[in-house]
């Protein structure tokens, strides 16, 4: 048990809980020790209130998971593109899915950002400058113009947008496609305030020429 007693609750529900795992499906986490096959890549946000295991309803094993602050999948990021490869190459997913989400603060920072000179000293912090492709967007689409109501679920959308163009672009995708995998891309998101999922639409599926 961990020493401070704020983190001891974990412990307790996490024996309770691999308890009523092993009651319905006796040989689960022993079938789940051996390998992982996961079908689906999520790209989401590391927001608290978006666990994708808990939202999609799905046990372990089913999803491959990569989470940052406003699911950004940077070109030079080697952590997502070593995930995005792993899931693809090795794992042998067939969807990748970024999940953006509303009332997202990495979404509201780079709105904030987007209004005030690319000089600010805010754009110099960590997390300023994770946000900067992200703040760049809300600029090239004039999101600040919208004002805050509309903005923030604009920019929403253009990030998810960008990003599901930018793993399409990836070497690991293209290869991927080159070897006739269907592989698709898709962009969704999640609300808050409802519980529920929106498929955007903008799926990116393989070249005709690919299949």
């Given at each position: 048990?961990?020493s401070h007693?704020?983190?001891?609750?974990?412990?307790?529900?996490?024996?309770?809980?691999?308890?009523?795992?092993?009651?319905?499906?006796?040989?689960?986490?022993?079938?789940?020790?051996?390998?992982?096959?996961?079908?689906?890549?999520?790209?989401?946000?590391?927001?608290?209130?978006?666990?994708?295991?808990?939202?999609?309803?799905?046990?372990?094993?089913?999803?491959?998971?990569?989470?940052?602050i406003?699911?950004?999948?940077?070109?030079?990021?080697?952590?997502?593109?070593?995930?995005l490869?792993?899931?693809?190459?090795t794992?042998?997913?067939?969807?990748v899915?970024?999940?953006?989400?509303?009332?997202?603060?990495?979404?509201?920072?780079?709105?904030g950002?987007?209004?005030?000179?690319?000089?600010?000293?805010?754009?110099?912090?960590?997390?300023?400058?994770?946000?900067?492709?992200?703040?760049?967007l809300?600029?090239?689409?004039?999101?600040?113009?919208?004002?805050?109501?509309?903005?923030?679920?604009?920019?929403?959308?253009?990030?998810?947008?960008?990003?599901?163009?930018?793993?399409?672009?990836?070497?690991?995708?293209?290869?991927?496609?080159?070897?006739?995998?269907?592989?698709?891309?898709?962009?969704?998101?999640y609300?808050?305030?409802?519980?529920?999922?929106?498929?955007?639409?903008?799926?990116?599926?393989?070249?005709?020429?690919?299949?």
């Amino acid at each position: 048990m961990p020493s401070h007693p704020d983190l001891a609750k974990y412990f307790t529900t996490n024996a309770q809980w691999a308890e009523k795992v092993k009651s319905v499906e006796p040989h689960f986490f022993e079938e789940s020790a051996k390998n992982q096959s996961p079908n689906v890549l999520w790209f989401g946000c590391a927001d608290s209130r978006v666990p994708e295991s808990v939202v999609l309803a799905v046990k372990p094993g089913e999803v491959f998971v990569h989470r940052n602050i406003a699911n950004q999948f940077h070109l030079h990021d080697d952590s997502a593109l070593s995930v995005l490869s792993f899931a693809v190459d090795t794992l042998g997913v067939k969807h990748v899915v970024v999940c953006g989400h509303t009332q997202c603060g990495g979404i509201r920072g780079a709105y904030g950002l987007s209004c005030n000179p690319p000089t600010s000293a805010a754009a110099e912090t960590p997390l300023g400058r994770w946000l900067t492709p992200l703040t760049n967007l809300a600029r090239a689409k004039s999101i600040p113009s919208l004002g805050e109501e509309k903005g923030l679920p604009a920019l929403t959308v253009a990030s998810v947008t960008q990003q599901v163009s930018n793993i399409a672009s990836t070497d690991t995708v293209k290869n991927a496609w080159g070897r006739g995998i269907p592989l698709t891309i898709h962009g969704w998101v999640y609300n808050l305030a409802t519980g529920k999922l929106e498929d955007l639409g903008i799926d990116i599926d393989p070249p005709q020429s690919a299949h």
